[in-house]
């Protein structure tokens, strides 16, 4: 028989084993918590306490031209900093074996005489930082150390001087190619350019290296994991940075000369479609941005868009031949002044009785009203499909930040001036570069190839990876494009510029043009114009593209002014790729008149 005093020591002892239970319960759930489910977040925080991690920068890839020639790199500057509570500690201990061999005092005057100070400005670094926080564990050093400084701090062996490693970018052929490049700002992030367009392959991943501290927060020797870095990529360009260089001194000059605003020269590879230059004026050094502008950051080869004016009367003779509308020898009734059925009036730059002009006449002459009566014989959306084919309107496949498409407004929608006016290179707008690219087709037989400015990006373990070939639309008949060449070097022989233009043993073609600047408010600014000048050479067998504007000449302002900077620009061109003399002949001039 169970008694009443045994029933309650069982039920006390019940009582004791469940309170037991639950206790290591509640433990091995915490065990389990700290251990098992948290076990990540736990370590980092002891880690934390006991050691310390910093990171290992990785260098940004390098931008090179053609040839390999360095335009932005990285290299490595270190910032030093003190450890004042060591120090102190330092001075303060008395065990012989545990005192530093080298005392603050000898110490201090080392760095000092490392860092470009005096002894007594170090040591007052490291007093005004304790009297401040008598645990203070940083005084800044010296700031943009280079690698010779920062070794000699390493080799003095002092557990108390920390150096951490800081990427800079430099620039060191400075302001050549300054406006393509880009640069990046003051946080490192890339601004405009090459270093914004290509960051993908340029951008380096970071490593890390962590340790565990002792006593006194001192590093503890031997205990370092390292997560290496991975440098980014190179991007080899197609410029030439010669050239480049070259043709920014001169388009500098000739811009300077003719008192313009800024100025440009680029060059494009007929075959390929490369662009070999792109030179600017003003330019912008990416080691100093503040001496230019910042409306000078940016490329204005890619970001300008102006109405071309008369370079694309040749695009209205191509478009009116390939129509099977005209031919270089056909020809039409041109006064100085024409009024059109519409109302619309036309009239020419220059006064002159009525011409029976051809339509090679016509360009040599430049002629807005006939080239009006001729380019309104094909209707207007085909002019339209025609000038979106050389590019109007239309961002190059390069895809270079800032890059302005251009304006072609729908021709639906075309007034009874712009029915005429497109025709000679207003009412619509472009930039240097896609001019380049309308010519490119003209003298690669109406094959249009998109422009390239990025050959490759190579990895920091050198794999290679080239550019996506670049697209190529054949957009007017071969012989149609031979047939405006052909007007192109009569405009180079019998034109107002023929004898500043030309280029001693070479057979050129080429196209000016004196375009208007409007005001913001859809009117023109008198007297003020944005002039450019684009040849083909040699004509007989086209290899290069050559564009050079000039915006708001004063001293000539007409394309005129552009005359001597083209020829210069084309003749180093023709140098550079050591490109052969014409061989052949020019064939009879074609009549300006029937």
Known sequence: MTTRATRGTRRRTVVAL???????????????????????????????????????????????????????????????????????????????????????????????????????????????ALAKNPNSQYAKLKNGLSTEKYLALRDLGLAYVYSKARAIRVYPNGAVAGNIVGFLN????????????????????????????????????????????????????TLDSDLQWYLQQMIGEQAQRQGAKAATATVVEVKTGKIRAAAEYPSVDPNNVNTVDPE??????????YEPGSTFKAITAATVIDQGKATPLSHVAVPAREKFPNGTVINDAFP???????????????????????????????????????????????????EQSGLLRDP????????????????????????????????????????????????????????????????????????????????AVQGGNAKTTKVDGYRIGLKTGTAQKTDGHGKYKS??????????????????VVVVTLDEPTKMRSSAANAA?????????????????????MGPLLPKFN
């Open 186 to 237: 003051g946080e490192g992030k890339a601004q405009y350019g090459i270093e914004r367009m290509d960051q993908q392959c340029l951008a380096a991943t970071n490593g890390s290296i962590s340790y565990k501290k002792g006593q006194g927060g001192v590093r503890i020797p031997g205990s370092e994991r390292i997560v290496g870095a991975v440098d980014g990529g190179t991007v080899k360009l």
């Open 352 to 402: 002159h009785p009525v011409y029976d002009y051809t339509l090679a006449g016509a360009l040599i002459d430049s002629s807005n009203v006939g080239l009006s009566k001729f380019g309104t014989q094909v209707d207007p959306a085909t002019r339209a499909e025609y000038l979106e084919r050389f590019g109007v309107g239309q961002k190059t496949a390069i895809g270079f930040p800032a």
């Open 18 to 128: 469940a309170v037991i239970l639950a206790v290591l319960s509640a433990f091995v759930f915490r065990l389990i918590d700290i251990q098992v489910v948290h076990a990540d977040d736990n370590v980092a925080a002891s880690l934390s306490k006991l050691g310390g991690s910093s990171p290992v920068p990785g260098a940004r890839g390098d931008i090179v031209d053609e040839d390999g020639t360095v335009l932005a790199s990285d290299a490595f500057v270190y910032d030093a900093q003190l450890d004042p509570k060591l120090i102190a500690d330092y001075e303060k201990q008395t065990d012989p074996k545990k005192k530093p061999k080298m005392p603050w005092s000898e110490a201090s005057e080392k760095i000092a005489a490392i860092v470009g100070m005096t002894g007594d400005d170090v040591r007052k670094l490291v007093s005004d």
């Open 527 to 544: 007297g003020v114009f944005f002039t450019s000048m684009v040849g083909i050479a040699p004509i007989e067998d086209p290899q290069y």
């Open 565 to 585: 900077a083209f020829q210069q620009a084309m003749t180093q061109v023709l140098k550079t790729y050591h490109v052969a003399p014409s061989s052949e002949p």
């Open 296 to 305: 000078y950051w940016r490329s204005h080869i890619f970001s300008d868009a």
């Open 412 to 491: 639906a929608k075309w007034d009874g001036t712009t029915m005429y006016t497109t025709t000679f290179g207003q009412a619509f707008t472009v930039t240097p570069v896609q001019i380049a690219g309308a010519y490119q087709a003209l003298a690669n037989d109406g094959k249009k190839i998109d422009l390239s400015l990025v050959e490759s990006c190579t990895d920091a373990d050198g794999t290679v990876h080239e550019a996506t070939a670049p697209q190529s639309e054949q957009i007017i008949k071969p012989e149609t494009a031979a047939a405006v060449r052909q007007m192109l070097e009569n405009v």
